[in-house]
Nanobody
Framework: QVQLVESGGELVQAGGSLRLSCAASRRTFGDYHMGWFRQAPGKEREFVAAIIWIGSSTNYADSVKGRFTISRDKAKNTLFLQMNGLKPEDTAVYYC????????????????WGQGTQVTVSS
């Protein structure tokens, strides 16, 4: 089991940027596909971005494509999500996850989750 801890969420104005981090507990962090999801109040958890376990292939939700960038540092067992051009509709709790397959599309494709970090974008 991979233990994941997200950080970096905060209140930011529309148009601003944030970088989320996800620290993994295991040295084999690099063995899994990794994803970012988000969940707004009253809504289902939705896919945001994912990165393949070997190589650098990524996939993104249409709503964030061109604004968000997922990356990983295997030496530091850390996953990142750079978010630029933030919009109020990006407000949500953001979760990182280890996933079974790539490309990732839905939460049921992932098996290990962090506790989440709150991102709030004010208009």
């Amino acid at each position: 089991q991979v233990q994941l801890v997200e950080s970096g969420g905060e209140l930011v104005q529309a148009g601003g940027s944030l970088r989320l981090s996800c620290a993994a507990s295991r040295r084999t962090f690099g063995d899994y596909h990794m994803g970012w999801f988000r969940q707004a109040p009253g809504k289902e958890r939705e896919f945001v971005a994912a990165i393949i376990w070997i190589g650098s292939s990524t996939n993104y939700a249409d709503s964030v494509k061109g604004r968000f960038t997922i990356s990983r540092d295997k030496a530091k067992n850390t996953l990142f999500l750079q978010m630029n051009g933030l919009k109020p509709e990006d407000t949500a709790v953001y979760y990182c996850a280890a996933c079974f397959q790539f490309p990732v599309q839905a939460a049921h494709e992932c098996f290990s989750w962090g506790q989440g970090t709150q991102v709030t974008v004010s208009s």
